[in-house]
């Protein structure tokens, strides 16, 4: 399964990267500054921690209400600093990864990315759209930093959410730390089941953000919903506009289909950004019955991380040329792409999606190949 693999693939990618940049001088230790936004706002970030007292958790070790931390970035006044890269928590949990697999002790590296966007800035005034998002199986939140931030310069609010238990590592304010306990080989309905927990998550969020006083609630216009995800994240995107309709248009990056939208397909525009040349079979099916706007687009040089951050690191940290001595690894780590042109790549496409079917301006983009994106191919369309 593309998830499997993935996993497995994250997992040595992790390995090698901490164990590398341990290695490494502490004055030679470099920073990983993520690609330029491209658009015309400047970008804030802030963190929210939502208690849904009216759910008990599922997934945790002892009964309580569902807990979730999401990451909002939003068109913003320039002040403040920049924020880190996630929690010191999620880094610490991949440094501790590397200990407790006894390759020496494992170093942080994730405090030396460096986002663009400014911790807690003001919003701009103006009433933005929102864009919910949710992450890989096993990732966390900041995994798709790169384009939340891309999509904020451009007039959006992105709120990503942790989905605690799935997530690598979720810190609340309190301290507690949340790692994940997701069964290391799910069947299929264990995955619809998964799927269900993460659109009640990306529900109950969306109530909040449009009923309580969080600091951009005046801010938004709810009328204007989107929602996106990688992997298992596209499958939740897709499963949330059938549930809600509140959810207006959605796109999957690179995950496949395990719930109703795979034979029912979704009740509004939904787009599919598939990566490598494998067609999975759900892709067919969710094909064969999406009746509402619909576009599969496929990057066959890319691999399951491409739309994600991990696309950046060689690029940013020089790992390009640390692997030089293992090519058939970086392959099937990173493809054969560059991370910043990926990165540019699907801001480009996800903004000309959500632009036109939540601000209803043209985008010719997502209706033919583009000589710009020759590395991306429209495969099918409807209408």
């Known amino acids: 399964m593309l998830r499997t693999r993935f996993t497995a693939l994250l997992t040595a990618f992790l390995l090698l990267l901490t164990t590398v ?39 945790a070790p002892a009964p309580g209400p569902r807990e979730l931390m999401v990451q909002l970035w939003y068109p913003a006044v320039p002040v403040g600093a920049r924020a880190r890269y996630g929690d010191p928590s999620v880094d ?11 390759l020496g002790r494992g170093e942080p590296f994730l405090d030396r990315v460096r986002p663009t966007a400014r911790l807690d800035a003001p919003v701009l005034p103006g009433r933005w759209p929102l864009l919910l998002h949710s992450h890989g199986r096993g ?35 309190d301290g507690r730390t949340a790692t994940a306990n997701r069964p290391a080989k799910p069947t299929e309905p264990v995955l619809s089941a998964e799927v269900q927990v993460r659109v009640a998550d990306l529900r109950f969020t969306l109530d909040q953000l449009s009923t309580t006083a969080t600091p951009l609630r005046h801010r938004l216009d709810p009328r204007r919903t989107g929602v996106f995800g990688h992997s298992i994240g596209g499958d939740t995107a897709a499963e949330a506009m059938r549930a809600d309709r509140r959810f ?40 064969a019955n999406q009746r509402s706007w619909g576009r599969h687009f496929t990057l066959p040089a890319g691999v399951h991380s491409t739309p994600t951050d991990i696309s950046l690191f060689p690029e940013v940290s020089g790992l390009r040329d ?32 959500f632009d036109h079917h939540l601000t209803g301006r043209p985008a010719p983009l997502l209706d033919q190949n583009s000589p710009h994106w020759p590395e991306h191919n429209l495969l099918w369309s409807h209408p």
Do not use: C
């Not at 940049?21 to 921690?49: E, I, Q, R, Y």
């Open 21 to 59: 940049l341990s290695t490494a001088t502490a004055a030679a230790k470099p920073t990983l500054d993520l690609p330029a936004t491209g658009g015309p706002f400047p970008v804030g970030t802030t963190n929210l921690h939502l208690v849904d007292h009216a759910r008990p958790d599922p997934r």
């Open 92 to 102: 610490r949990h991949y440094a501790d990864l590397i200990t407790a697999l006894g």
């Open 139 to 173: 990732l966390m939140r900041s995994t798709t930093t790169a384009i939340a931030e891309g999509l904020a310069a451009n007039g959006y609010v992105v709120a990503a959410v942790d989905h605690t238990y799935d997530a690598a590592a979720v810190r609340f304010p």
């Open 248 to 287: 207006r248009v959605g796109a999957n990056l690179d995950g496949a289909f395990w719930g109703e939208v795979r034979d029912k397909g979704t009740p509004g525009p939904f787009a599919l950004f598939s990566a490598g040349t494998v067609d999975h079979p759900s892709f067919a099916s969710w094909r």
């Open 322 to 353: 640390l692997l030089k001595d293992h090519p058939d690894l970086y392959r099937q780590l990173f493809g054969t792409l560059d991370g910043v042109r990926t990165t540019q790549l699907y801001r480009a496409y996800l903004t000309a999606l």
